[in-house]
T-cell receptor, first 110, second 117 residues
Framework: SQQGEEDPQALSIQEGENATMNCSYK?????LQWYRQNSGRGLVHLIL?????REKHSGRLRVTLDTSKKSSSLLITASRAADTASYFC??????????FGAGTRLFVKA | SQTIHQWPATLVQPVGSPLSLECTVE??????LYWYRQAAGRGLQLLFY??????ISSEVPQNLSASRPQDRQFILSSKKLLLSDSGFYLC????????????????FGPGTRLTVL
């Protein structure tokens, strides 16, 4: 079974609104990452949060991590049409492996 | 700066034909290398990873194989393609963090769209 699973599977919002995506995982981790993928392209790394961190910011992105609940959230503030993409969380699965969730498809309407 | 290349970008192959996808990384040494497959609208499935020349770990028993003939070259192959091999193949690399056995940020190539007919 997948280590990380995102929720919701799809999200449609208006430009200017905030978008929140959640990720749950099953086993203990060293770090959790969020990636973005535009349609038909490779993934782009957005942010990495380590297991001893609770919150991290990068521009309009805010990531939280709750290791007691084995969950993370990605908040995109003041969304833009260009934020339309799929967003994936990824967790280390031991060794050099990273396990990706199925992703949240975000659509931002102009 | 580091860059990662994949080719070809798209490929249409008949069932039973061979496959060779190539991935090269520039601007770094001794990277960890990864091959993933992504089905339409789905997440990434790790196929192979490599921590050094000639060192390949396979995650899923299947019709594919991987090789790493040079430090920054990673090749995905098949002797006979199946319909189920269709998908979007992504190569990625990450920095080797000394002796630490831990994953960190991965940098992805542009991908190869494979259609098996």
């Amino acid at each position: 079974s997948q280590q990380g699973e995102e929720d919701p599977q799809a999200l449609s919002i208006q430009e200017g609104e905030n978008a929140t995506m959640n990720c749950s995982y099953k086993t203990s981790i060293n770090n959790l990452q969020w990636y973005r993928q535009n349609s038909g392209r490779g993934l782009v790394h957005l942010i990495l949060i380590r297991s001893n961190e609770r919150e991290k910011h990068s521009g309009r992105l805010r990531v939280t991590l709750d290791t007691s609940k084995k969950s993370s959230s990605l908040l995109i503030t003041a969304s833009r049409a260009a934020d339309t993409a799929s967003y994936f969380c990824a967790t280390d699965a031991g060794g050099f492996k990273t396990i990706f969730g199925a992703g949240t498809r975000l659509f931002v309407k102009a | 700066s580091q860059t990662i290349h994949q080719w070809p970008a798209t490929l249409v192959q008949p069932v039973g034909s061979p496959l060779s996808l190539e991935c090269t990384v520039e601007g770094t040494s001794n990277p960890n290398l990864y091959w993933y497959r992504q089905a339409a609208g789905r997440g990434l499935q790790l196929l192979f990873y490599s921590v050094g020349i000639g060192q390949i770990s396979s995650e899923v028993p299947q019709n594919l194989s991987a090789s790493r003939p040079q430090d920054r070259q990673f090749i995905l192959s098949s002797k006979k393609l199946l319909l189920s091999d269709s998908g979007f193949y992504l190569c990625a690399w990450s920095v080797r963090l000394g002796l630490a056995i831990i994953t960190d940020t991965q940098y992805f190539g542009p991908g190869t769209r494979l259609t098996v007919l």
